[in-house]
């Protein structure tokens, strides 16, 4: 199954790519803004220097002898000229250039304004009657650089920065999507039975608002369990007493009835009897796994718990030489599970050791000081698939044995529901055959007092 994406991941990788793109096109934008304004500045430049150099030129070629030809402006020392000109004639002929000007950069015939060649920018204004024109031009290249330097100063900060954006981004993201991750794990920290209202205080209304909707639906689906709970445990109970006392006139009936077919037909009624009122006794036990109730407010020592049942289970009849109890000396911890309902969960993992095991061999309990309790019994190996389907209700090993299937069933909805596991083994550990019951109850957290419960609710 393909593992879903992370939101918070998504957001910070958008987020970062959407900063960056933003910085992007603003540079963009601010070298194209950039570059009108250096052309602007450059051509105020041009039309500067060509109107200072112009009457300096035109006193110097009035001053000059005829005949001449061309004059060159030597230059004062080595160095780059961004600005060459040339003063020309009417008819084009070179009166003055400056000592880098190339003849080649500048168009054939003159004539005042601006105009653009392939690779310069030129700005020519008249003199003396229109007689003289001098002519500035400055390369394109020149313009380029200028922009390209002035948009790379500014994407200079991006490459710096960027790491920066995308830690920042992944922060802000974090903790705003802090309270996301604290309503997941409060709800998967959640037991199989706890349906209380999850905490929607504090909360951002986005999510707030998707609390109170998760809190609407499990008090509905509470609702709803308590009614099929409550049905099948007022059934049991009220089959109770007439089952109890069916039973008992059945026995009577065994009892005075001469041998024969009456006798018989008279004991399979006391069978079925006995069977319907162990299913109504596990129903309610059912009815109890699958209910509320399962947690202590306070952590409980199960040592004592577990010691008494064991005593108790030992006067039924086939079982007082059979119970072997292990008790650690010292618990380390205590278990938020309601002593009862351990105990429930502990009767019906004995009883089926008792019931399925080797009659002959005994049937080892022992509890650990970190609270996992392993109930192990001698006998054939379960094989795996069995294994797998024996925990779920009504169904029942290769076993001729009494019993209505709800044994385990009821052990790990009580297991779950307190925040713990029931692990089935087959082969026994240390053995080559038997079956093995690990429940793990952990130090799971008490439930939430009525008070959050109702605050939760508001």
């Known amino acids: 199954m393909r593992r879903a994406a992370s939101l918070q991941r998504r957001l910070g990788l958008w987020l970062a790519v959407a900063l960056a793109l933003t910085w992007l096109i603003a ?86 304004g601006f105009r653009d060649t392939a690779t310069h920018r030129i700005y020519g204004e008249r003199a003396v009657s229109g007689t003289m024109i001098i002519e500035v031009a400055e390369p394109l290249e020149h313009r380029r650089e200028a922009t390209l330097d002035a948009t790379f100063a500014l994407l200079t900060p991006l490459s710096l920065l960027l790491p920066l954006v995308v830690l920042g981004t992944w922060a802000l993201v974090r903790f705003n999507l802090r309270p996301v991750v604290d309503l997941g794990r409060e709800i998967e920290a959640r037991g199989a039975g706890n349906l209380g209202p999850v905490r929607a205080e504090g909360l951002p209304r986005e999510l707030g608002v998707i609390a109170e909707a998760l809190n609407r639906l499990l008090d509905r689906l509470r609702r709803t369990l308590e009614a099929e709970r409550n049905f099948a445990s007022n059934s049991a109970h009220e089959l109770r007493t007439p089952l109890a006392a069916a039973l008992a006139q059945t026995q009577r009936l065994v009892a005075e009835a001469p041998e024969g077919e009456l006798k018989h037909r008279a004991q399979q009624v006391e069978a079925s009897l006995a069977r319907l009122s162990r299913l109504s006794e596990k129903l309610l036990q059912l009815a109890r796994a699958e209910g509320g109730g399962l947690l202590a407010q306070a952590p409980q020592r199960l040592g004592p718990v577990l ?21 650690p000396e010292e618990e380390t911890h205590g278990v938020h599970i309601d002593p009862d309902a351990f105990a429930i969960l502990m009767r019906n993992l004995i009883e089926n050791a008792l019931k399925h095991g080797d009659v002959d061999r005994p049937v080892r309990v022992a509890m650990s000081a970190d609270g996992v309790v392993r109930v192990a ?31 385990l069933a009821i052990a790990r909805r009580i297991a779950e529901g307190a925040g713990g596991s029931l692990e089935l083994r087959s082969p026994a550990t240390g053995t080559d055959d038997g079956f093995e019951a690990i429940v793990r109850l952990g130090p799971s957290p008490p439930p939430a007092p009525s008070g959050a419960s109702r605050r939760g609710r508001r």
């Open 27 to 112: 540079t963009v934008c601010a070298g194209v803004v950039i570059r009108h304004e250096l052309d602007e500045a450059y051509d105020s430049a041009l039309q500067e220097t060509a109107q200072r150099l112009l009457p300096l030129a035109v006193a110097d070629l009035v001053e000059r002898e005829a005949g001449r030809g061309p004059r060159r402006v030597p230059g004062m020392a080595e160095h780059d000229e961004f600005l060459t000109y040339l003063v020309r004639d009417r008819s084009g002929a070179v009166l003055l250039h400056s000592h880098d000007a190339d003849l080649e950069d500048f168009p054939a015939r003159p004539r005042p």
């Open 307 to 327: 010691e008494h049942l064991v005593d108790d289970l030992r006067r039924t009849p086939g079982a007082g030489d059979r119970l072997q109890l292990a008790l």
């Open 377 to 407: 019994n001698a006998g054939p190996v379960v094989d795996a698939q069995t294994l797998v389907r024996i925990g779920e209700r009504f169904e029942r090993g290769a076993t001729r044995a009494l019993g209505v299937g709800l044994g």
